[in-house]
């Protein structure tokens, strides 16, 4: 199984500061990476595909990049909606989809 | 507007079978995609469990692949998830979702259900 590891796994930040997750593969999984949004009671949200493209009517202070087994999520500047868990996951091993453990933003 | 919506029994007691229809709106099945099934116990992460096409053709997560079963059916516009031999491990909120062929992404979800394994 690839395994993903998210850092880090909880985060304090401040509306309008610019945010980094990263997300790392335990082998190359080209761009086959998506990070999703989840809200408390909710169901996650598509926010990146393929490791950098935005999802249709995702916000562009969303950004992906990375590429192997090195990710990141950029949120440029955090708006008070932002606040949520974060998640990445990997689709290039099918079958065996696996998601990183999560990183919770919230509020400092 | 694609939506999808999970229903089944919100109790299941140990030992027995998971069952659950996810049903499919604004979309036709048959049109392509994959669609899919995905958990989370409370307070932790996602765990995808598996994924059929309207083929019929399946892929399943090895590690839950022996107790799964994920089934179609294109005239009602539903999937359906089948679990066996469950144990307190698989209280979870399950969801259904799209996903995308190429990306393997899951664009639309469902809004969840919650299967409590308990006697």
């Known amino acids: 199984d690839i395994q993903m590891t998210q850092s880090p796994s909880s985060l304090s930040a401040s509306v309008g500061d610019r945010v980094t997750i990263t997300c790392r593969a335990s082998?190359?999984?080209?761009?086959?990476l998506n990070w999703y949004q989840q809200k408390p009671g909710k169901a996650p949200k598509l926010l990146i595909y393929?490791?950098?493209s935005l999802q249709r009517g995702v916000p562009s202070r969303f950004s992906g990049s990375g590429s192997g087994t090195d990710f990141t999520l950029t949120i440029s500047s955090l708006q008070p909606e932002d606040f949520a868990t974060y998640y990445c996951?990997?689709?290039?091993?099918?079958?065996?989809?696996?998601f990183g453990q999560g990183t919770k933003l919230e509020i400092k | 507007q694609v939506q999808l919506q999970e229903s089944g029994p919100g109790l299941v007691k140990p030992s027995e079978t998971l069952s659950l229809t996810c049903t499919v709106s604004?979309?036709?099945?048959?049109?392509?995609?994959?669609w899919g099934w995905i958990r989370q116990p409370p307070g932790k992460g996602l765990e995808w469990i598996g994924s059929?096409?309207?083929?019929?053709?399946?892929y399943y997560n090895p590690s839950l692949k022996s107790r799964v079963t994920i089934s179609v059916d294109t005239s009602k516009n539903q999937f359906s998830l089948k679990l066996s031999s469950v144990t307190a491990a698989d209280t979870a909120v399950y969801y259904c979702?799209?996903?995308?062929?190429?990306?393997?992404?899951?664009?639309?979800w469902g809004r969840g259900a919650l299967v409590t394994v308990s006697s």
């Open positions: 979702a799209r996903e995308d062929v190429g990306t393997a992404s899951f664009d639309y």
């Open positions: 604004g979309y036709s099945i048959s049109s392509g995609y994959f």
């Open positions: 059929i096409y309207h083929s019929g053709s399946t």
């Open positions: 082998q190359s999984i080209s761009s086959y």
């Open positions: 393929a490791a950098s």
């Open positions: 996951q990997q689709s290039n091993s099918s079958p065996g989809y696996t």
